[in-house]
């Protein structure tokens, strides 16, 4: 990114729920850690470079610790002789004796002081991801918390850049159609207009691609209602408008925001207890009959609290290999007793082997127990927290909240979906899998998963918004059937967005479904065999995306942020 074209900012946001549990134990261990030190180590081989460019770095890597990582990096640049400005923000601590951690997500005035005080480098702590590039946007167009368009315009800005290759075309349902089929996906590279408008690009050279589709899967990413709530502003996100501008840059306009809510996210980890995991292999006939057996025998073994058995029916009928013959029964348990969820168990399920169904085996050798957290998530009045920008010289100043906030959430922007479009078929079906005619993206907010479909065109989203009901995800995902799912549409992108609340169980760092974060769980949709409409067409729509008014303004400037994130 540094060397591939011209760059204003680079970003990076290193603290995942489950990053913030690690920093969490690190700095248990150690109190001078708890910052994410891969950034140190990536730092020593570029800072020169970026220095030498002008390109300004901000990152969220200071975790639980910015001022050790700040202070890290001023020794860094010392030894590489490099006159580098430091700066930090601090003040998402919050003391809460009964957690582990506890972090409130601040927003993007902090780092826009410390870029304003002529730092190089911001480090922060626990912020929105899309704070990183907020902030930067606010330095150099001077916006205010008024500005609230503009703010939430670079809000999707960086939501979409903050999982650097996922809006070029990684892991992206259509990959067999970018132009290297997925091998190498560049970063992007947000181009930032005074109005809040954009451009997402990447670097020439670079593969994978930047278009309409790419940028729709990045925006259903992790994502809830329209209303994206943010601490400087709310995003509307059924205002989102997309143009394709170009080989490899696509607009993004129109975003309306409002005013933020009275309180703050916090995140909050706790460690949860022990956790240990075997798999026993299953061949042949009577496979229910086996697994039965094998959890008979164990319960007797270690006892049934807090035991999970996922029978994994990956066997063929009348197959000719072991493998293809063979289920997968995974025995899960989790114990506030690390002796009981340790060796007990896992001996246990070892000592079966010559005693239990026929062909007994496992993939699994006897281990200890690993700690594991829970991740979840609460408020706090924004006037509660102390958002502190630690200027390059030392100086320490304080960032109000914004003046205006909204007590009840903020006013929705009604749309009239009601009068959108719908579809009448002529009649004739055809079987064939969902995902021939719509894209999907998924990933995980703590125990919860969302799922975002979009269809590739107009006529399918005609077709898609009245098809797929929660009713109907519950027959396709029969795991989301008895759990609570929210559903949400989002016309200007021809998307539907599924909330699934619970799916996840306590979260990434202590879920044992197959699929922990459900990163896979629009792929699985899109498998489904269903009855398709016969007249809809395959393949993408149109280069220009959706039909919807540009709206664009005309800007006076411009930056440049670029985001490779982790």
């Given at each position: 990114?540094?060397?591939?074209?011209e760059?204003?900012?680079?970003?990076?946001?290193?603290?995942?729920?489950?990053?913030?549990?690690?920093?969490?134990?690190?700095?248990?261990?150690?109190?001078?850690?708890?910052?994410?030190?891969?950034?140190?180590?990536?730092?020593?081989?570029?800072?020169?470079?970026a220095?030498?460019?002008r390109?300004?770095?901000?990152?969220?890597?200071?975790?639980?610790?910015?001022?050790?990582?700040?202070?890290?990096i001023?020794?860094?640049?010392?030894?590489?002789?490099?006159?580098?400005?430091?700066?930090?923000?601090?003040?998402?601590?919050?003391a809460r004796?009964?957690?582990?951690t506890?972090?409130?997500y601040?927003?993007?005035?902090?780092?826009?002081?410390?870029?304003?005080?002529g730092?190089d480098?911001?480090?922060?702590?626990?912020?929105?991801?899309?704070?990183?590039?907020?902030?930067?946007?606010?330095?150099?167009?001077g916006?205010?918390?008024?500005?609230?368009?503009?703010?939430?315009?670079?809000?999707v800005?960086?939501?979409?850049?903050?999982?650097?290759?996922?809006?070029?075309?990684?892991?992206?349902?259509?990959?067999?159609?970018?132009?290297?089929?997925?091998?190498?996906?560049?970063?992007?590279?947000?181009?930032?207009?005074?109005?809040g408008?954009s451009?997402?690009?990447?670097?020439?050279?670079?593969?994978?691609?930047?278009?309409?589709?790419?940028?729709?899967?990045?925006?259903?990413?992790?994502?809830?209602?329209p209303?994206y709530?943010?601490?400087?502003?709310?995003?509307?996100?059924?205002?989102?408008?997309?143009?394709?501008?170009?080989?490899?840059?696509?607009?993004?306009?129109g975003v309306?925001?409002?005013?933020?809510?009275?309180t703050?996210k916090?995140?909050?980890?706790?460690?949860?207890?022990?956790?240990?995991?075997?798999?026993?292999?299953?061949?042949?006939?009577?496979i229910?009959?086996k697994a039965?057996?094998?959890?008979?025998?164990?319960?007797?073994?270690v006892g049934?609290?807090?035991?999970?058995?996922?029978?994994?029916?990956?066997?063929?009928?009348?197959?000719?290999?072991?493998?293809?013959?063979?289920?997968?029964?995974?025995?899960?348990?989790?114990d506030?007793?690390?002796?009981?969820?340790?060796?007990?168990?896992?001996?246990?399920?070892?000592?079966?082997?010559?005693?239990?169904?026929?062909?007994?085996?496992?993939t699994?050798?006897p281990?200890?127990?690993?700690?594991?957290?829970?991740?979840?998530?609460?408020?706090?009045?924004?006037?509660?927290?102390?958002?502190?920008?630690?200027?390059p010289?030392?100086?320490?100043?304080?960032?109000?909240?914004?003046?205006?906030?909204?007590?009840?959430?903020?006013?929705?922007?009604?749309?009239?979906?009601?009068?959108?479009?719908s579809?009448?078929?002529s009649?004739?079906?055809?079987?064939?899998?969902?995902?021939?005619?719509?894209?999907?993206?998924?990933?995980?907010?703590?125990?919860d998963?969302?799922?975002?479909?979009w269809?590739?065109?107009?006529?399918?989203?005609?077709?898609?918004?009245?098809?797929?009901?929660?009713?109907?995800?519950?027959?396709?995902?029969?795991?989301?059937?008895?759990?609570?799912?929210?559903?949400?549409?989002l016309?200007?992108?021809r998307?539907v967005?599924f909330?699934?609340e619970?799916?996840l169980?306590p979260?990434?760092?202590?879920?044992?479904?197959?699929?922990?974060?459900?990163?896979?769980?629009?792929?699985?949709?899109?498998?489904?065999v269903?009855?398709?409409?016969?007249?809809?067409?395959?393949?993408?729509?149109?280069?220009?995306?959706?039909a919807?008014?540009?709206?664009?303004?005309?800007?006076?400037?411009?930056?440049?942020?670029?985001?490779?994130?982790?």
């Amino acid at each position: 990114m540094l060397d591939g074209g011209e760059l204003d900012v680079l970003t990076g946001d290193y603290l995942a729920e489950l990053t913030m549990l690690i920093l969490g134990r690190d700095r248990m261990r150690d109190p001078d850690l708890g910052y994410a030190r891969t950034f140190l180590r990536q730092l020593e081989g570029c800072l020169g470079t970026a220095m030498d460019r002008r390109v300004r770095l901000v990152t969220n890597a200071g975790g639980l610790h910015p001022a050790g990582l700040a202070a890290a990096i001023r020794s860094l640049a010392d030894r590489l002789g490099l006159p580098v400005r430091v700066g930090y923000v601090e003040g998402d601590a919050l003391a809460r004796p009964d957690a582990l951690t506890a972090n409130a997500y601040l927003g993007a005035f902090g780092i826009a002081a410390c870029l304003d005080a002529g730092a190089d480098v911001v480090v922060t702590g626990r912020v929105t991801d899309a704070a990183l590039v907020v902030g930067p946007a606010v330095a150099h167009f001077g916006w205010t918390h008024d500005d609230l368009d503009a703010l939430a315009g670079a809000t999707v800005a960086g939501h979409l850049v903050e999982c650097g290759a996922q809006v070029t075309g990684g892991n992206y349902s259509f990959f067999t159609e970018l132009p290297d089929g997925g091998h190498r996906p560049g970063f992007p590279v947000a181009e930032l207009r005074r109005d809040g408008s954009s451009v997402l690009t990447k670097h020439p050279d670079t593969g994978g691609a930047v278009t309409v589709e790419t940028v729709t899967a990045q925006l259903l990413y992790e994502i809830g209602g329209p209303e994206y709530l943010g601490p400087d502003v709310v995003t509307r996100l059924d205002t989102i408008e997309l143009r394709q501008d170009g080989p490899d840059r696509v607009r993004v306009s129109g975003v309306r925001g409002t005013p933020p809510p009275e309180t703050l996210k916090v995140g909050v980890n706790n460690l949860g207890g022990f956790r240990n995991s075997m798999t026993f292999v299953l061949c042949g006939l009577d496979i229910e009959a086996k697994a039965a057996l094998v959890r008979a025998q164990l319960e007797v073994a270690v006892g049934t609290d807090g035991l999970e058995f996922r029978l994994a029916r990956t066997d063929h009928p009348d197959a000719t290999d072991t493998e293809v013959a063979s289920a997968l029964l995974h025995v899960h348990l989790r114990d506030v007793d690390r002796t009981r969820a340790g060796r007990a168990f896992s001996a246990a399920a070892v000592e079966l082997a010559l005693a239990s169904y026929p062909g007994c085996t496992l993939t699994t050798l006897p281990g200890d127990a690993t700690p594991y957290g829970v991740c979840t998530t609460d408020a706090v009045s924004q006037d509660a927290v102390t958002h502190v920008a630690v200027l390059p010289d030392g100086t320490r100043r304080q960032i109000a909240p914004p003046p205006l906030r909204c007590k009840e959430g903020s006013p929705a922007i009604h749309q009239a979906i009601a009068g959108g479009p719908s579809f009448h078929p002529s009649g004739a079906v055809r079987r064939g899998a969902l995902g021939e005619l719509v894209g999907a993206r998924s990933g995980d907010k703590g125990g919860d998963a969302n799922l975002g479909v979009w269809a590739r065109t107009d006529a399918t989203w005609a077709w898609l918004r009245g098809w797929l009901t929660v009713a109907r995800l519950a027959e396709l995902l029969p795991e989301t059937a008895p759990l609570t799912v929210r559903r949400y549409e989002l016309p200007n992108l021809r998307a539907v967005n599924f909330v699934i609340e619970g799916l996840l169980g306590p979260g990434v760092a202590g879920s044992t479904r197959f699929d922990p974060q459900a990163k896979a769980l629009g792929e699985l949709l899109r498998a489904r065999v269903v009855d398709l409409p016969a007249e809809l067409p395959t393949g993408p729509a149109s280069p220009t995306g959706p039909a919807s008014p540009t709206g664009s303004a005309s800007a006076t400037g411009s930056a440049s942020v670029g985001g490779p994130q982790a």
